[in-house]
């Protein structure tokens, strides 16, 4: 059984940064696709970075373009994010998930973890 764990999150003030990492177990995830998403309270379920295999292909919101950076590490099966210059409306629980198809900004993903907080405020 296929099992994402995130971990990384906390409480950090705006400006400042994080690094979330997922890493998968039970299973080896060669080619899959892996994507970062997140939910803020009373909000949907959003886009936030997604990464192909090979790393070549990567895909960011326009909401965190420039200050997240979305990276792989295949011989660890673990997927990170960067996060810098957090600002408030970054607020939320991160999910990671995979999946093997092509890289898209849909939420069309095989597996999910259970998602981690991330709170910015001063």
């Known amino acids: 059984q296929v099992q994402l764990v995130e971990s990384g999150g906390g409480l950090v003030q705006p400006g400042g940064s994080l690094r979330l990492s997922c890493a998968a177990s039970?299973?080896?995830?060669?080619?899959?696709?892996k994507g970062w998403f997140r939910q803020a309270p009373g909000k949907e379920r959003e886009f936030v970075a997604a990464?192909?295999?090979?790393?070549?292909?990567?895909y960011y919101a326009d909401s965190v373009k420039g200050r997240f950076t979305i990276s792989r590490d295949n011989a660890k099966d673990t997927v990170y994010l960067q996060m810098n210059s957090l600002k408030p409306e970054d607020t939320a629980i991160y999910y990671c998930?995979?999946?093997?198809?092509?890289?898209?900004?849909?939420?069309?993903?095989?597996?999910w973890g259970q998602g981690t907080q991330v709170t910015v405020s001063s």
């Open positions: 998930a995979a999946k093997r198809a092509r890289l898209t900004t849909t939420e069309d993903y095989d597996y």
């Open positions: 039970g299973f080896t995830l060669d080619y899959y696709v």
């Open positions: 990464i192909s295999w090979s790393s070549v292909g990567i």
